[in-house]
């Protein structure tokens, strides 16, 4: 993934859907529209920006220079979330809605058309090669936006599948004819061994083409990791990360990654 570009770009809340009793959709846009750059990728990502309280910034806010020049306990906390897709005028946001805890759900869930959200990006740097034989995206519902993304870039002789792990309901995706789109539902929270077994169970096109985009849950992605290494997948052909870990915030989670414990 590229880093974020710095700046902040200031959007508002134009309006809300519910896509599932767990996933919620913000449309945000404005008159700063027009300062939101495109970078047009499947895995488009902004870091929405929060003040120390968990509440969006009314006013533009320099988030390296807070973090430079004020202790910790003044920084801003941001939170990744997947461009699921660019009109003329807005962008739309699907938020998880995992329960109480934690800053971007809980305010998603409360958020309200005119309501500001400030965020730094797009980065993100991957979309679907249209020449592989073989499309292959896993994941759960936090990496649902960019999957939908991606198999929305497909031509639509595309070959493959798509398997995404999910609460209770399916999410709405328009894929190619030759697209296998499929369902797991999680059988407990923790449960981390599901998608793996699923990807090991597929019977892939032995020398062919594939590209592979893989994220989600940090255990579950570790599991993955294995998976593809054993079915030998080339690493140039893989995308793959971890994009929240169970029982850690974001601010945890990013810090581990740059750690051992928490290295993918
Ligand atoms: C590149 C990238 C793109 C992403 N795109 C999206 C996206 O489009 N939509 C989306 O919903 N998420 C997306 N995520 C994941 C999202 O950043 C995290 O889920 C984030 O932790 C949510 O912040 P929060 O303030 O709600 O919870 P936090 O304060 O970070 O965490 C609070 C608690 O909630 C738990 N938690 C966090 N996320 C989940 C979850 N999905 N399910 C169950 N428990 C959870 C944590 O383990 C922690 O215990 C993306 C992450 C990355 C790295």
Redesign the pocket.
């Known amino acids: 993934?590229t880093r974020p570009n710095r700046p902040t770009t200031h959007l508002e809340v134009l309006g809300r859907t519910w896509l599932t009793p767990h996933?919620l959709r913000l449309v945000v846009g404005g008159p700063n529209f027009g300062a939101f750059v495109n970078a047009g990728h499947a895995?488009s990502?902004i870091k929405l920006v929060f003040d120390p309280a968990?509440r969006p910034y009314p006013t533009p806010v320099d988030v390296a220079h807070i973090r430079a020049t004020a202790p910790r306990e003044h920084w801003p906390?941001t939170?990744?979330?997947?461009v699921?897709s660019v009109d003329h005028e807005s962008i739309s946001?699907?938020?998880?809605i995992?329960?109480e805890?934690?800053?971007?759900?809980?305010?998603?869930r409360s958020a309200a058309p005119g309501d500001l959200v400030q965020f730094m990006g797009p980065?993100?740097a991957w979309s679907p090669k249209p020449e592989a034989d073989y499309h292959l995206f896993v994941g759960?519902?936090?990496?649902?936006?960019?999957i939908a993304a991606g198999v929305e870039r497909l031509p639509n002789d595309a070959r493959g599948a798509a398997i995404i792990e999910v609460d209770s309901h399916p999410l709405p995706l328009a894929a190619p004819a030759g697209m296998a789109i499929e369902w797991l539902v999680r059988r407990h929270?923790g449960d981390d061994a599901t998608l793996a077994g699923r990807v090991q169970a597929l019977d892939l096109p032995p020398g062919g083409d594939i590209s592979v985009f893989a994220?989600g849950?940090r255990e579950a992605v570790k599991r993955l990791r294995r998976v593809f290494s054993d079915l030998e997948v080339p690493r140039d052909r893989l995308s793959i990360?971890?994009?929240?870990?169970?029982?850690?915030?974001?601010?945890v989670?990013q810090a581990e990654k740059r750690t051992d414990v928490g290295r993918i």
């Open positions: 993934m996933m895995d990502y968990g906390m939170r990744t979330y997947t699921r946001i699907d938020f998880v995992h329960g805890t934690g800053i971007a759900a809980p305010w998603a980065g993100g759960d519902e936090s990496a649902f936006p960019a929270s994220h849950e990360s971890g994009y929240w870990a169970r029982g850690r915030d974001e601010d989670f």
